[in-house]
């Protein structure tokens, strides 16, 4: 069975700092792993996604993540927080791709603050 | 793109009710999923649809829940004799199969409250 570990239910950054969001999975296959972002009022939005291929992956808004496998992590990251960064981020797992009878497995999500 | 539509965005019932939520995805998508969310909790998989046929639904919470797409565009998910528990944000996704690692669109999802 997979699963997702997000550490910290809130991280609380200033505007401009460095954005770490931290993200350990468990599967029994190569996984596919994904970073989902939740603004308030508004449906889940994929941000990044690692299939195969390179470890880095770049995604929407400045954000990116890294997939390393003898952590089994897949931290997200931002060099520089906007104050329109705030939300709920998820990083969520799939042995199969995340589409059809597959779906997703989702962490907990962490709310990330950004202060002024 | 107009976007995944869930109605309605909030629903009130009490306990023992039956109540259905419904689910209109991106037109071109054919794929349509349903997911739970609960407080403090990511979204929990429920059911999947490819068309009209529903594929997927071992991991429906009880038989008490049921879903349909029966014209392979819009989605109902019905919950019956609702219980306390059934309380949380119900999410609808879509997709267009193929590739790797589809893009799932979601919808601002349905919230359920059980008295």
């Known amino acids: 069975a997979q699963s997702v570990t997000q550490l910290g239910s809130h991280v609380s950054v200033s505007e401009g700092a460095l954005v770490l969001l931290r993200c350990n999975y468990s599967?029994?296959?190569?996984?596919?792993l994904f970073w989902y972002v939740q603004y308030p009022n508004q449906g889940l939005q994929l941000l990044l996604k690692y299939t195969t291929g390179a470890t880095l992956v770049k995604g929407i808004n400045g954000f990116e993540a890294e997939f390393k496998k003898s952590e089994t992590s897949f931290h997200l990251t931002k060099p520089s927080a906007h104050m329109s960064d705030a939300a709920e981020y998820f990083c969520?797992?799939?042995?199969?791709?995340?589409?059809?009878?597959?779906?997703?497995?989702f962490g907990k999500g962490t709310h990330l603050i950004i202060q002024p | 793109d107009t976007g995944v539509s869930q109605n309605p965005r909030h629903k009130i019932t009490k306990r023992g009710q039956n109540v259905t939520f419904r689910c209109d995805p991106i037109?071109?998508?054919?794929?349509l999923y349903w997911y739970r969310q609960t407080l403090g909790q990511g979204p929990e998989f429920l059911t999947y649809?490819?068309?009209?046929?529903?594929?997927?639904k071992s991991r429906l919470l009880s038989d008490r829940f049921s879903a349909e797409r029966p014209k392979g565009s819009f989605s109902t998910l019905e919950i019956q004799r609702t219980e306390q528990g059934d309380s949380a944000m119900y999410l609808c996704?879509?997709?267009?199969?193929?590739?790797?690692?589809?893009?799932?669109?979601f919808g601002s999802g349905t919230q359920l409250s059980v008295l």
């Open positions: 649809f490819q068309n009209e046929a529903q594929l997927e």
């Open positions: 969520a797992v799939s042995d199969r791709g995340g589409g059809g009878a597959d779906g997703l497995t």
């Open positions: 599967s029994s296959v190569p996984p596919y």
């Open positions: 996704a879509s997709s267009l199969s193929g590739g790797f690692a589809e893009k799932l669109f």
């Open positions: 037109s071109e998508h054919n794929r």
